[in-house]
């Protein structure tokens, strides 16, 4: 009979829902703030933004040529950011993917190195040459993860590239 009571009152304190109190002075957003991009939304370009389509390639060439300067000089950072400027502006062009790629291996960040060399294969379909550096670019980087085997196999793709030249 104790226990009917007390389960009385017990399994009544568990159904009741807890509310949470309102604040006056709690603001609450219903829309986002002005200028936040929103997911899903259509966004303008501006023409200032990017250059002009028969711009891009003289803006490419020297973005590139800066870049290999300052790899040269032994100006790393510079040359990654010069490079990564060029590769925002075309993505699709495997040789800036390769300097990004061997300023990488310069600086010693051999995985992104690898990565960025593998990127630029993927898009230097009918660029033997460009194919072969890669994939001694592939090699090296994969020497200094110490994974000789497989550098050795990248070796040998870059010597199959060079014979197509």
Not at 47 to 65: H, N, W
Not at 91 to 99: F, H, T, V, Y
């Amino acid at each position: 009979m104790i226990f009917i009571l007390l389960a009385g009152l017990i399994f009544p304190a568990c159904s009741t829902r807890y509310t949470m109190p309102e604040r006056e002075d709690a603001v609450i957003l219903r829309t986002p703030p002005e200028g936040v991009p929103q997911i899903g939304a259509k966004t303008v370009s501006h023409p200032t933004q990017s250059p002009s389509p028969s711009s891009s390639p003289l803006v490419i060439a020297r973005l590139t040529e800066s870049a290999e300067g300052h790899l040269k000089a032994g100006n790393l950072d510079r040359a990654f950011a010069t490079a990564e400027r060029a590769v925002r502006i075309d993505a699709s062009n495997p040789r800036l993917w390769n300097l990004l790629a061997r300023v990488q291996l310069r600086r010693g960040n051999v995985l992104q190195a690898e990565q960025l060399a593998r990127k630029s294969n993927l898009l230097a379909k009918r660029d033997a040459s460009l194919q072969a550096e890669n994939w001694r670019i592939i090699a090296k980087a994969l020497r200094k993860k110490g994974a000789a085997e497989a550098a050795e196999d990248a070796e040998f793709k870059a010597k199959a590239f060079d014979a197509y030249d």
